[in-house]
């Protein structure tokens, strides 16, 4: 048994009855972890923009520290160097000098309150860095595909020299903030990973060449930063797979050349990764089925003997804990499930798992990040903000009497948080079910089914919060005023609007949902009017049902409701099914043969159609002015206030679920 | 084989648009050429009004041939107008051109222009994108009254580049 930081015991808990392998120690070089779970480095643009840790980040990570019960808790990877070479987001961490260390110190600080084992992580940027410079560093002079890179700076020997010396200057500081767990950084473009892929080192010196010369400065990386390290386990993290086959990226037997290299080198445990941010396949989008990547790990494991974790779509500990009982995976790691439900793990433990707020893998988080914006979630409203009382469910000052009128997102989430905080709440829709438009909106294909959770969370949250129900049951001006609510939160959702063209009243012009629900019969050549997110998710339903389909809409470009680190999938399937867009295009006509467009210039366009589909959207004011006339405080929330998307609404219902 | 107009003009539109990139991308790689080779002490307004002056030198002369002095000043004031319009349609922006107040004048609208954003992908400034705009209308204005002898005028009233929403400018004697 290595040394044990804390003492946990889970043999009470459910979870560990349901899911032991999650919960039994493993030693990492001479230390033990008391159980299988990590909260893996994730970026978050919360500190300042000098690398200065700020009160958001260690509320931030404390919070995710509670999460892991005892388990690894890695706080973001910090750059290493004064010119911020290394530097590859506003608001990424430093540890360049001394006068970050009482900064680092209050992460350490803040995840062993809670009895965790407190990771830090070395990550220079590389290719993807230099995000205050007008360069960045790498091996060789290699054009980036994305243009939101910096040109590639050539690091000469005395480079990377100096380089392996900031990380070890950077380790000793970390070390005296008190960290437990010292990680490097080698994967997604990162500046180990350029040195390592036959894509981004074109070398000729004894840092290039083939992949043992390839490795040369991650092994010198890892056997200098082990210098420093004593006791203190030093983890990597590497690609399994890059990807990049298609510009002539290492070879997945290459990948685990790297791997015993590692091992070899001094590393004491494998963080298994998938793909580079220039991969043209995706990765971690929800469109990728949960557990596709566990190969690799699996792969891993049959070339180390230390131990091997992995993060990369397990989002349920199901698939964790019987890959760790087949001896496929040790370390059960975890970003964006537990940036959308900090607690995730703890809840699998305490087995209140039916109240984890589950991640739709949407990648909001990366986008945001991507373009210099603090860290925020698509469901979880109170990410980056777990430092400010404002964000607390508390309880209310004085108890109401609250009707909701919808109990789609919006609806739901505005509903259980004002329960938990006393008051009566009452939610009414017309629907028998609960879920509003989200019912529908989770048939699209290519994982939209995933969606659904949110509705599965925040019902199992208002049952508990004992909020009462009024299924099939409408909302009018004489219920408002026979009920005369202290307060009405109208979450009708929007309108569906058809357009003003001739031929929109037209027969075979249909609602959206009823297309969904199955009440509308669909031609054989389909045109959707609107191409923001309900239309794709449409268009691509229908494609898959073998319909020609065509997206014509008003916006100038298509899904822009949707974040970019998740449009080009829907971008991707549309082409794959053959699906035409026309953005920035007025419907002109509907006749008997289809619907005339007219692009933006004025070009007018036949497109060949027996059934047009509206899936436009306005704001639905609809009960506002007798709410107001009686006097009644009054909340517009979700698509009923503009027509958004689901974040949207669940942070609408949230903010206004708080404020009640 | 039958044809399908839908794919047909899709294509066309497609490429069209293509094209109208290529043009601008094609000017602002152009501009850059010159400022390196010119050196630091360079002035990129001076370079790009120039190209803009030689520019609407040789576009006036593609419209000699439509300008008609027997249509009478007004006439020759709306068909002078939808030239310059095409200048831009041509480019992708949408233009349209209204009569003015009084007969001698009209307006040109630009309601969307792509040049600005153009002008931003490549660093250019928008005060640098307004003025060579000017520049090349108010040379083609003048080509014009050289070849007839008249005096016709324009000014920018709105301008895109400037946060106006529209370019707006008066063709006027």
Known sequence: ?660 | MAVDPQKELTKLHGALGVSQAVIKSTFFEWRQTALELLGPSSNALDVVLKFWEVAGVDVAKNFFPMLNLRKGQEGLILDLARALAGTGIANGAVVRVEKGEGPLEALIRWERCPWPTFAKRYGASMKEDLLGCDKFLQTIVAEANAFLGTDLKIETQKAIPSGDGVCLRRLYK
């Open chain 1, 1 to 660: 048994m290595g040394k044990l930081l804390f003492e946990w015991d889970y043999s009470s808990y459910p979870g560990y009855k349901k899911y032991p392998h999650l919960f039994k120690p493993i030693k990492i070089g001479k230390l033990t972890i008391p159980n299988r779970i990590k909260y893996a480095a994730t970026e978050d643009n919360l500190n300042a923009g000098d690398g200065f840790v700020t009160d958001a980040g260690v509320g931030y990570l404390r919070e995710r520290a509670k999460g892991v019960v005892g388990g690894l808790c890695v706080m973001q990877g910090v750059y290493m160097d004064e010119k911020r070479q290394g530097q590859g987001y506003v608001g990424q961490a430093a540890a360049w000098n001394d006068k970050f260390i009482p900064g680092l110190k209050r992460l350490a600080d803040a995840i062993h309150e809670q009895k965790a084992i407190a990771g830090c992580q070395l990550m220079h940027c590389g290719r993807v860095g230099g995000i205050e410079t007008e360069y960045c560093q790498g091996p060789s002079p290699v054009s980036q595909r994305l243009r939101i890179f910096r040109p590639v700076e050539v690091m000469s020997k005395a480079d990377i020299k100096q380089c392996l010396k900031e990380h070890v200057e950077a380790t000793e500081r970390l070390l005296k903030a008190g960290f437990d767990y010292v990680e490097i950084s080698g994967i997604v473009g990162y500046l180990l990973s350029n040195f390592v892929s036959s894509y981004t080192n074109r070398r000729t010196d004894e840092y290039g060449g083939d992949i043992r010369g390839r490795m040369r400065f991650v092994v010198e990386c890892i056997q200098e930063v082990k210098k420093v390290c004593g006791d203190v386990p030093l983890g990597i993290r590497l690609c399994a797979d890059e990807l990049l086959d298609d510009v002539g990226g290492n070879t997945p037997e290459e990948s685990m050349i790297t791997y015993e290299m590692a091992e070899e080198a001094g590393a004491d445990v494998m963080s298994v990764t998938a793909g580079w941010q220039e991969s043209i396949y995706p990765v971690i989008s929800r469109d990728i089925p949960m557990g596709s990547w566990l190969h690799l790990a699996e792969r891993a494991k049959q070339h180390l003997k230390i131990p091997v974790s992995m993060a990369y779509r397990l989002f349920t500990p199901d698939l964790p804990n019987k890959a760790i009982g087949e001896g496929k995976l040790d370390i059960w790691e975890m970003c964006r499930p537990m940036i959308a439900d900090p607690l995730m793990p703890k809840m699998v433990l305490e087995g209140t798992e039916d109240e984890i707020r589950p991640c739709v893998a949407c990648n909001v988080c990366l986008a945001r990040l991507f373009r210099d914006a603090p860290m925020t979630c698509y469901i979880n409203p109170v990410c980056a903000h777990e430092w400010d009382p404002k964000y607390e469910i508390k309880p209310a000052e004085m108890d109401k009497n609250i009707m909701i009128v919808g109990a789609g997102p919006a609806g739901l989430e505005c509903a259980w948080v004002a329960a938990e905080r006393g008051h009566e709440v009452h939610v009414y829709d017309t629907r028998e079910e609960l879920g509003g438009s989200l019912i529908e909106a989770s048939k699209a294909p290519y994982g939209d089914d995933e969606l659904y959770g949110q509705i599965t969370f925040a019902k199992t949250k208002a049952a508990k919060a004992g909020v009462n129900f009024h299924l099939g049951t409408e909302v009018t001006p004489e219920l408002i005023e026979d009920e005369m609510p202290d307060t009405v939160v109208l979450a009708t959702g929007p309108t569906y609007v058809k357009g003003t063209a001739p031929g929109f009243d037209r027969a075979n012009v249909v609602p959206m949902l009823d297309v969904l629900n199955g009440k509308a019969e669909v031609g054989e050549n389909v045109v959707v009017w609107g191409n923001l997110k309900p239309g794709i998710g449409l268009a691509l339903f229908l494609a898959k049902q073998g319909k020609k389909v065509t997206v014509v809409g008003k916006e100038r470009k298509l899904g822009k409701d949707i974040n970019p680190s998740f449009k080009w999938r829907y971008v991707g399937y549309l082409r794959d099914n053959s699906v035409p867009t026309y953005n920035d295009s007025e419907i002109e006509e509907i006749t008997d043969d289809g619907v005339t467009i007219r692009t933006y210039d004025g070009y007018r366009i036949p497109i060949k159609a027996d059934t047009v589909v509206c899936t436009v959207r306005e704001a639905n004011p609809g009960l506002k002015d007798v709410v107001q006339e009686n006097g009644i405080e009054l909340f517009v929330i979700g698509d009923a206030l503009v027509p958004r998307n689901l974040s949207s609404a669940v942070h609408d219902g949230y903010r206004i679920g708080i404020r009640a």
